[in-house]
């Protein structure tokens, strides 16, 4: 990939302009006064494919339930569920909740993060850097835009963006490089309509207002077999003692019901015994 090696703006003076324009403008988020790994662990779980608007009541009230990992692992999984309540993807809060079961401590390096249930590559390089400030080079969706489109003239791919991280961002501070091209991602280089002229690297960016790469559209959310496994567990996080599954097929309206019934089972989201569905008292 000789494009990664050609690029406007020496990696120092790259870094620079990064690192300063978060000492001025960086998003005040609650996971980035903490070193704990757990409380790390938890927001980054929680930020997987989720917004920050939505993260930020569900994590403070989470930790006031789940303190610690020992208090999560104690925890029946239907109370991690219920507490879960909003944020969607269900199957992250059953992943913490075996990570607690199975560690006394959550692991520090990226490797040994990425061997836990639901933890991957990125996931696990980012606790590894927010919590024990290991030098680790990784990408989100935000991140690949911003290197991308200053470097590249387009947005990253993974690869792509992870070989412009190693090089230009900063292995003293990496936490700080990290949120801050978290930041400009998510409040400047926007995706449809990027603020260039607020942007700090406008000086040194290559995107010409053209992305090349093409998009992979996702099916409609209304239509999706998400919508209807989290209508099913909505049901259960507000009927303590189950539901039968006729009357989560009547309520839901939706013929995909007793199909993902066993597959939310088969995952050990639910439990169903004798006709009952409930969330799991384990």
Known sequence: MPELYDTPASPATFRRRVLSWYRGSGRDLPWRHTRDPYRVLVSEVMLQQTQVARVLPAYRRFLDRF???????????????????????????????????????????????????????????????????????????????????????????????????????????????????????????????????????????????DERLSRRKQSPFALSDRRVRGAILRHLVRSPRGVTVDALRTGISDPRVERLVGTLAREGLVEVSSGTVRLPTR
Not at 78 to 90: C, F, I, K, Q, T
Not at 113 to 127: E, F, K, R
Not at 129 to 145: G, H, Y
Request: proline share 5%; with cysteine; aromatic share 6%.
């Open 67 to 209: 303190p610690t990992l020992r208090a999560l692992s104690r925890a029946p999984l239907g109370d991690v569920l219920r507490e879960w309540s909003g944020l969607g993807y269900n199957r992250r809060a059953r992943d913490l909740h075996r990570i607690a079961r199975r560690h006394s401590s959550v692991p520090r390096t990226a490797a040994e993060l990425d061997d836990l249930p639901g933890i991957g590559a990125y996931t696990a390089s980012a606790v590894a850097c927010f919590a024990f400030d290991q030098p680790t080079a990784f990408a989100d969706t935000n991140i690949r835009r911003v290197l991308g489109r200053a470097l590249l003239g387009r947005t990253a791919t993974d690869r792509e963006a992870i070989a412009l991280d190693a090089r230009f961002g900063s292995r003293r501070k990496g936490a700080r490089w990290h949120h801050a091209l978290m930041d400009i991602g998510a409040t400047i280089c926007l995706a449809k309509r990027p603020r260039c002229d607020a942007c700090p690297l406008r000086s040194h960016c290559d995107y010409d207002g």
